[in-house]
Every structure is written in C-alpha cells, then in structure tokens.
C-alpha cells in the first residue's frame, strides 16, 4: 500500500472565491456543510491561463470542474461532499470537502516539526508514518492536523482510487507525492 499527498500542479494558476465583509475565511475541516451551503462566487486567479479540471482554491483546498466530478463522483460520494460554486463564464466548479479526518498515523510521526542540532533549530518536517490498518477505504482523506488532502493506492479496488481515475480520465490540475508506503523505500 502507498499513500499520496495529493497537491495542486502549478501549471494552473487556480481559483478564489469571494466572501462577504465581516464574514469568516472558508476552511473546509472536515465538517459537513452541503446542508447549509450557499453556492458562493469565484474568480480565476490568472484568467487568461488555461484551467485544469481540479483547481486548487485559496490555497487550502480543492475544487472540480463537471468533467471531473462526472470522472469522481461515484468513487467520492461517500467520503467528500460537492459544494457547488456559482458559475463563471459558463463554467461550473464543485468545492470538493472532504468529509472527516483520519487518525492513521503512528504515535512515532514527528508533530510536525523535526529537531536538527546544532542550535536546536527546528524545520517542517514532511515525514509521515502511517498505520496501514488504520489507512481508510475511503479515496481521499484528511490528517488529524493541518489541510493535507491524501489519498492511498492498494487498498480499494482500482477503478475506485482516486490516483487511478485521475490518471486513466487524464484529469489536469493536481501532482501525488508520495509520503508514505508499507515496502518501507520511497
């Protein structure tokens, strides 16, 4: 089994969506919002590039344009809600929330942070041990901290991975790192 932290390819410039004053930043957590959601408005950030079929939205999370969410639906309707975004020029996007998070980490991960001495000088660590009993069926999922979206391969079937799909329809607009595998090398 491998896991991925599925990023935003920066060939794609993304999306923000707009808010009224005096209302709160938008930070999908987890939490399901489908039942109260107001579709809200966007703006591309470089509106003359081209637009990949998953966008990254300010700076924290996903959205997906109808082709992909024809590609994803079936595969994320149980782990992610689509919230709908108003449409921009004829082009409609889907927030993607991914629903929960995950404790699937061993209680050895560093807590974000890694010690170098020297100086007691401290950096962003990126290493993750998981427990792969622990590893949801679910395509994508989130960490118990911070707003890495990941997904693992060899644990659903195939047509239903998150990773594969996007790869076999050719969506654009997301890389894999991978972060974590049960063969011990990446």
């Excluded at 930070?27 to 109260?36: E, H, I, K, N, Y």
């Excluded at 990941?150 to 659903?156: D, I, K, L, P, W």
């Amino acid at each position: 089994m491998r896991v991925y932290q599925v990023k935003p390819d920066y060939k794609y410039f993304g999306l923000y969506t707009w808010r009224e004053k005096g209302t709160k930043v938008l930070v999908l957590d987890g939490s399901p919002r489908l039942a109260t959601w107001t579709p809200l408005s966007f703006e591309w950030d470089k509106p003359n590039r081209a637009h990949a079929n998953i966008e990254f939205v300010n700076g924290t999370s996903f959205a997906i344009d109808e082709i992909a969410h024809e590609a994803l639906s079936r595969s994320l309707s149980g782990s992610c809600e689509f919230l709908p975004l108003l449409p921009n020029g004829g082009t409609q996007y889907y927030l993607l929330n991914v629903l929960g998070r995950c404790d699937c980490l061993s209680d050895t991960t560093p807590n974000g942070y890694t010690n170098e001495s020297p100086g007691n000088y401290t950096k962003p660590t990126n290493e993750y041990k998981f427990l792969s009993s622990r590893i949801p069926a679910q395509p994508l999922f989130l960490l118990p901290m911070g707003i890495q979206v990941m997904t693992s391969v060899g644990r659903a079937e195939p047509e239903l991975e998150f990773r594969s799909i996007v790869e076999s329809k050719g969506l654009s607009g997301v890389e894999f790192k991978l972060v974590w595998t049960d063969e011990g090398l990446y």
